[in-house]
């Protein structure tokens, strides 16, 4: 921290911290990779500005390099069209989320950091203004001081020399002498009090080069009016994008972790940017906060041609044997004044004594004012010109850049380059996750065992909700349901005979109002070529005790349940004997026969079913059509 203190009204003097010290040790090398001989902090030097180049060169290196590898590794992956084994996602996607935690607290070090340098900034700028106002309130007392002499003293004088003056004291010869002498005293005085006060005038207030340190303050303020928006609103930025894989992992979105690739793409390039940047001003300021002097006293030499013994006088302040280099001017300046006041006493009583006061006013009035001014305005001179409170200041300027402004800079360096280096991990394992998600498929529950769909043609992959029960998932590659050969006793086996007895043969038609009626067939229907087997027919359950009105489709074999035991009032087929059934799939091709055929409605309709929709019975669930084609 600050180690610049005030013992026995003694200021110490500023020294290196820590930061300071590890960052200089940077080496500084040239094109060539020499190293310079002079690593002081020389920014009108080539050299030194090509070193912090090449410093500054090795995160965005490094980023070339990170960019190469992932382009290499997206591309292999992207064309690996032959893994399409399942693999699991938790794991990998628990480290997603446990590193994007990590990476939001390697930014959070990046807003304090931030924090830091912005309030390290202000500081700064706060000493520097301090030290702007002393030096303009001595400029401004220095060019009082002479304008109080000379347009004061100097004219209201004059005035009364010229004048009132002139006339002789007849009643006393020797007091108009003494009078006389006084005045050319006084013009003596003025003229030596203004070239001893030019000598500090013409170093603080050159008309050509003055002094002037305001605008470094207003350009730093003005820097961070930008800097530390646009700092915040990065960190914040790259936050969001952590958050997204975050809720991307927790939820299994596909199209999120995709978004985070891009951002993250764009995040390493910036974080790696902003690590190029911060690096190469971390070190130039350590550079110039190891030792911080010696560059400042050649600043001052070169812009306001200021002398080593002035800066040095003001900038080494606790060194006793420095003078001060003003003193000698103050001193005659000093003298002056004094001899000043002494001699315009003495005229203002002789004046006053020997003329009226209308020969005297205004001018001997003005002129005893303006020589009390002098000599207020000497010793507040006296006091603007010592180097205490302006060396205070610069020592709390140099604590605020080089104490906390370079820990903040340094503490954004280190989150910039590990949330780069998160990052990085982070679009390569969320990139090595989403390429492996595979698109969602329609899903099925199977609730009971079935023979002829067993749980073997089911895949239970596939993601099966992470909340609930697993959802099995009808494979795709199950075309047709299993054939069954026609049994005896059916159509298909030239059989008429029911449970019970001849069956009429019947044919359940759906007529236009919607409702199933029963027709005659004129015989055993002509067989379609292919068809016999591969479509399936209506399940017979409803054979009971009563009338036999039970219809076995022909061409097919039963399909489900076996038969229940005859019992009295058991059937299926509802209270009037039409089939309750439930269809499955579509009518086949045998619906654009039937409907070529319902002009005449005495013939018979092709096919197995008469142009029906093949049914089931109501324990089957109702299968798509997609699964047979």
Avoid at 113 to 136: I, P, W
Avoid at 500 to 523: A, C, D, R, V, Y
Avoid at 574 to 589: I, S, V
Wanted: one cysteine or more; aromatic letters at 10%.
């Amino acid at each position: 921290m600050s180690v610049t203190h005030v013992t026995h009204h003694i200021q110490s003097e500023y020294q290196p911290t820590l930061w300071a010290v590890l960052l200089h040790q940077v080496p500084h090398v040239n094109i060539t990779f020499h190293r310079l001989e002079d690593e002081r902090f020389r920014p009108d030097s080539e050299l030194y500005l090509e070193s912090l180049g090449i410093i500054g060169s090795v995160p965005a290196a490094w980023l070339i390099l990170t960019l190469i590898i992932l382009l290499i590794y997206l591309l292999t992956r992207c064309c690996d069209t032959k893994n399409n084994k399942k693999r699991k996602s938790r794991p990998i996607r628990c480290c997603l989320s446990f590193f994007s935690l990590v990476c939001c607290s390697a930014l959070g070090a990046g807003f304090y950091g931030n924090h830091v340098f912005h309030a390290g900034a202000e500081q700064f700028s706060q000493s520097m203004v301090h030290m702007d106002r002393l030096v303009q309130h001595a400029q401004k007392q220095v060019k009082s001081f002479n304008d109080v002499l000379q347009k004061e003293v100097e004219h209201n004088l004059n005035n009364l020399y010229d004048g009132a003056f002139q006339a002789d004291i007849k009643q006393d010869k020797a007091a108009h002498y003494e009078l006389m002498e006084n005045s050319d005293f006084i013009f003596y005085n003025v003229t030596d009090g203004l070239k001893a006060m030019d000598k500090i005038r013409l170093q603080i207030y050159d008309p050509k080069t003055p002094i002037s340190i305001g605008p470094i303050p207003k350009s730093v303020l003005n820097a961070e009016v930008l800097r530390w928006p646009i700092t915040m609103s990065l960190l914040g930025l790259f936050s969001l994008f952590c958050l997204l894989l975050f809720i991307g992992a927790i939820v299994h979105s596909r199209a999120t972790l995709i978004v985070f690739s891009v951002c993250g793409l764009f995040s390493i390039i910036l974080l790696w940017l902003l690590a190029s940047i911060y690096v190469t001003m971390a070190v130039a300021l350590a550079d110039f906060c190891y030792k911080p002097t010696p560059w400042v006293q050649l600043a001052l030499n070169h812009s306001f041609n200021l002398s080593e013994d002035i800066s040095k006088y003001y900038l080494r302040c606790n060194e006793h044997s420095k003078q001060n280099p003003f003193q000698n001017a103050l001193r005659d300046s000093q003298r002056a004044v004094f001899d000043i006041e002494d001699s315009v006493k003495r005229v203002n009583a002789i004046a006053r004594q020997h003329y009226r006061e209308n020969q005297l006013n205004p001018s001997l009035a003005n002129l005893v004012e303006a020589s009390a001014n002098t000599v207020t305005l000497m010793g507040d001179l006296n006091n603007s010109l010592k180097c205490d409170p302006l060396y205070r200041f610069y020592n709390d300027a140099l604590v605020a850049a080089c104490d906390q402004g370079l820990f903040g800079l340094f503490v954004m360096l280190v989150s910039a380059s590990i949330c780069a280096l998160f990052f990085t991990i982070l679009v390569w394992c969320n990139s090595h996750t989403w390429i492996y998600f595979k698109h969602k498929g329609k899903y099925v529950k199977v609730e009971d065992q079935d023979p002829y769909m067993p749980l073997s043609t089911i895949d239970r992959g596939g993601r099966g909700g992470s909340m609930g029960a697993p959802i099995y998932q009808r494979s795709r590659t199950i075309h047709t349901p299993p054939q069954t050969p026609p049994y005896h006793g059916t159509l298909n086996g030239h059989g008429t005979m029911g449970a019970l007895g001849p069956l009429p043969q019947h044919g359940h038609i759906i007529s236009k109002n919607g409702t199933m009626e029963q027709k005659p067939l004129p015989g055993p229907p002509t067989l379609h070529a292919g068809v016999g087997y591969g479509h399936i027919g209506t399940l017979n359950r409803g054979v009971g005790m009563g009338p036999q009105t039970g219809f076995i489709n022909p061409g097919h074999g039963t399909l489900g349940r076996p038969p229940k035991p005859s019992m009295q009032g058991y059937s299926t087929y509802g209270n009037n004997g039409a089939a309750a059934t439930m269809t499955l799939g579509r009518r086949g091709h045998y619906a654009s026969l039937r409907a070529a055929r319902t002009a005449d409605a005495d013939l018979p309709l092709l096919g197995p079913n008469q142009g029906q929709y093949a049914t089931l019975s109501k324990g089957c669930k109702t299968l798509e059509s997609s699964d047979f084609y």
